[in-house]
T-cell receptor, first 112, second 118 residues
Framework: AQSVTQLDSHVSVSEGTPVLLRCNYS??????LFWYVQHPNKGLQLLLK??????LVKGINGFEAEFKKSETSFHLTKPSAHMSDAAEYFC??????????FGAGTRLTVKP | GAGVSQSPRYKVAKRGQDVALRCDPI?????LFWYQQALGQGPEFLTY????????KSGLPSDRFFAERPEGSVSTLKIQRTQQEDSAVYLC????????????????FGPGTRLTVL
């Protein structure tokens, strides 16, 4: 079985400073890993995904994540936060189509 | 639009009432998923369709929950005799590929239906 733990329920940063959202996963098989973002009253949007290719994955809006098998981590980063980044972020692990396990989410707040 | 749409966006039901939630996936997408997202939680898998076949319904919480996709496109999630614990946002997602393709395809999510059971 696979699962995901998002280590912070809430992260607050100032605009222009780096963002780090932490995710650890557990999986018996080689997983696919995803980060989704959810803005209020909008659908979940895929930021990036890892599927056993390059361990450093670049996504949309300047986000990137690094797959570290030894640490079972897939942390999401961005060098400089923008006000529009304020949203809920979900880390997701999957070992087969149709079996996606979401973390509990991290709410990102960006202060001006 | 070209995305996944869901209706209604908001539904208030009295306890014991039956509800039906609709999902229109992206045209041509083979896979369709339903998720339940409780307040402050991540989405949890309910059921999965590949075309019209319901291949996995292991996440449905009780036999009061029923989903169908009769023509392999639009799907309906029905909840009978709603209870307060059914209050949640119900998300639908679709994906271009089906099981067995060997590649995990991106799931495109709709905006969800917020169900409140009084």
């Amino acid at each position: 079985a696979q699962s995901v733990t998002q280590l912070d329920s809430h992260v607050s940063v100032s605009e222009g400073t780096p963002v780090l959202l932490r995710c650890n996963y557990s999986s018996s098989y080689s997983p696919s890993l995803f980060w989704y973002v959810q803005h209020p009253n909008k659908g979940l949007q895929l930021l990036l995904k890892y599927t056993s290719a390059a361990t450093l994955v670049k996504g949309i809006n300047g986000f990137e994540a690094e797959f570290k098998k030894s640490e079972t981590s897939f942390h999401l980063t961005k060098p400089s936060a923008h006000m529009s980044d304020a949203a809920e972020y979900f880390c997701v692990v999957s070992v087969r189509l149709g079996d996606m396990r979401f973390g509990a989410g991290t709410r990102l707040t960006v202060k001006p | 639009g070209a995305g996944v749409s869901q209706s209604p966006r908001y539904k208030v039901a009295k306890r014991g009432q039956d509800v039906a939630l609709r999902c229109d996936p992206i045209s041509g997408h083979v896979s369709l998923f339903w998720y339940q997202q409780a307040l402050g939680q991540g989405p949890e898998f309910l059921t999965y369709f590949q075309n019209e076949a319901q291949l996995d319904k292991s996440g449905l919480p009780s036999d009061r929950f029923f989903a169908e996709r009769p023509e392999g496109s639009v799907s309906t999630l029905k909840i009978q005799r709603t209870q307060q614990e059914d209050s949640a946002v119900y998300l639908c997602a679709s994906s271009l590929r089906g099981i067995g393709t060997g590649v995990e395809g991106e799931q495109f999510f709709g905006p969800g239906t917020r169900l409140t059971v009084l």
